[in-house]
C-alpha cells in the first residue's frame, strides 16, 4: 500500500507541476494568429450572454459569413480549385435543416448536424466527378452544379416546390448564436490544423504544382476530396444556421451570389492563410450590415469592384500584402 | 534477387497516332538503362507509361513482378519508381529543404521528424544542394533545379528512377559537373535508371546499355559502344552527327 501510495502521489506532483507548463506550451506553439483568434473567439464566446438583441442579430450574420468564408478558404484557398458551386452545399444544408425541422419535428441542433452531413455527402458525390477536372473546367463543372441545384429543389415537391419551407420555433437566438460560434471555431481549428504538418506540407505542393505533387508520392486525389468533403460539410452547416436564424428556406439559398460573396471574401481576405478569411468576412460583411444597407443594389457593385481591384493589384488579397511588404510581420500574420 | 522494371510490349495510342508501338525493355536495379531516338520516338511517353503518369493501351509495366501499369501515379512513386521531369517542376512557394522533405515524407513514407531530417540532409549533400537548401525554389538557376528534380526523385526512396533530360539546356561545364554528380550517386546508391537524354556524350558516359526508339518502336539494344555503330541507328538518328564526327 505504502508503495500504491507514494506512486499515487508522485503522479499527482507530476500532473501538477506539468500540466500548467504543458497547457502554456500547447498555447504558445498555436502562433500569434491562432492566439489571436482564439481571443476573439473567447471575447465572442464570453459576450454571449450580455449581448443586445441587435448585437446578436448582427454577429449572428457575420459568424454564418465568416463561417462560409472559412469553408471556402479549406478547398479554393488551400487548393487553388475555384468552387463557383459552394452555394449548393450551403442551400442544401439550408433545406435538410428546414426539412428536418418541418417533416420530422428533429431539434434545430440536430439539424444542423445534419445539414452539415448533407453538405459533406454532396460534396464527397460532387467532388468524386468534378476534382478529376483542374483550373477553368472544375470551376465551370461547379458553376453547373449550381445552376442546376436551383431547378432540382424548385421542382420538388417535398420541398415546397418553389415556394420554399416556412417554419416558427420561437426566440432561439441564443442558441443559434452559439451554434454558429461553435462552427466558427472548430473551422479555424481545422485550418489551423491543415495548414501544419504533414498534411500542410502536401497541401503546399499540390497548390504550387499538382502534377509534381503526384510524382513525390502525394495522394493528391485523397487530398483535394477530404478538404472539399470538410468543406461542403461545414458550408451546409453554416447554411443551415442561416435558415433557422431566418426561419425559412427559398430557392434562392441557391443564388449564386452567395458563391460569389464567399469567393470574395477570401479573395480579398487572402486565400489559403489563417485570418484572411476573417478579415474578408469583416471587409465584405460588416459594410453589408451597416453602411451598404442604404444602397441594397450597389453591393454588389461595391464588392465586385474591391475584389477586381484586389485580384489585380493585390493577389494574396489583405494579408498576402502585408506578409509581402511587412516581413516583420510574417511572424504574426498567417 | 535484385530487383527489377520490366516493360512488355507496351503500346500507347494518343487518337489516331501511335507513340509507342510495342516497345519492351529491363532494367535491374544498378543498372543505368540510356533511352535515346529521335524527336517524337515515344521516349517521353515511354517515361510516362513507366511511371504511371499515363495508361498504355495494352502492355504491361512490371516491378518486381508486380502490375504497375494501373496504379496511379503517386502510388507506382511509393512502390519504388520515380521520375523527374524534363522541365523541372519544383515547388516554388517552398524552399530547396522543404522540397524534398516533401519527398521522403510522401514518396518514402518516414514518419518521425529527425529521419526525416537526416534522409533529407543525406540527399541535399548527395546532389551538392547543401548550399542551396534554405533558398526558395524559385530562386534556383536552371541546373540547380535539375539538381533539385533529381534530389527529391532520391528522397522518395525509389529503387528506380525515371530521369527525363536532366542534362539537357545545361553549359558543356555543367553537363560535365552533373555527369559527374549522377554517377558518383548512382555508384553509392545503386538505383536502377531510365535515362532519357539528348545529349548524346551524356548518355553514352551514364549509362551501360542503350535502348534506340524510332517512331514508336525499339530499333536497337546494346552497349553505348555497339549501338553508336548499329548501322540503323546511324541512320535513324545518328546520322548528321556520326557523319561529321572526326573518327
Redesign the interface.
Known sequence: MRIIGSVWFRFREMRLRTLPSTLWKGWRSLGPTAQGLGIVLAVLGGLGPVLPVALFVFLILFMIYAAWAYSINLITGMTGYVSFGHVVFAGAGAYALAYGVTAWGIHPLAGVVAAGLTGALLALGVGVVTLRLRGAYFAIATLVTALAAVYIVSGTPALGDGSGIRFYLGFQIGTQYYAIWTLLASEIALTWWVTRGRIGLGLRALRDDEDAARAVGINVPRLKLFLYVLSGGFAGAAGSVFTWFNSSAFPDAFQLAYSLDMLAMIIIGGMGTLSGPWIGAVVVNVPRQTLLKLLPQGQPIVIGLLVILIALFLPGGIVGIIRKYIPEARRYLE | MTARLKAEAVVKRFGGVTALDGVSLEVSQGAVLGLIGPNGSGKTTLLNVL?G?IRPTSGHVFLDGERIDRM????V??AGV????QIP??????TVR?NV???A?????L?EGARVRDEVGRVLRLVELEPRADVPASALTVQEKKRLEFA??L??GARFLLLDEIFAGLSPEEVRASIEVFRRVQAELGFGAVVVEHVMRAVLSVAHRVLVLEEGRSIAEGTPQEVVRDPAVVEAYLGQEAARAPT
Not at chain 2, 72 to 75: I, K, L, S, V
Not at chain 2, 82 to 85: E, N, P, V, Y
Not at chain 2, 89 to 94: A, N
Request: aromatic share 10%; proline share 6%; charged share 20%.
Open positions: 511511371s503518369t496511379p501515379a503517386y502510388r512513386v511509393r520515380a521520375k523527374t521531369h517542376k519544383p515547388f516554388h512557394g517552398m522543404e522533405t516533401a519527398a515524407t510522401f514518396g518514402a513514407g514518419r527529391r526523385a528522397a522518395t
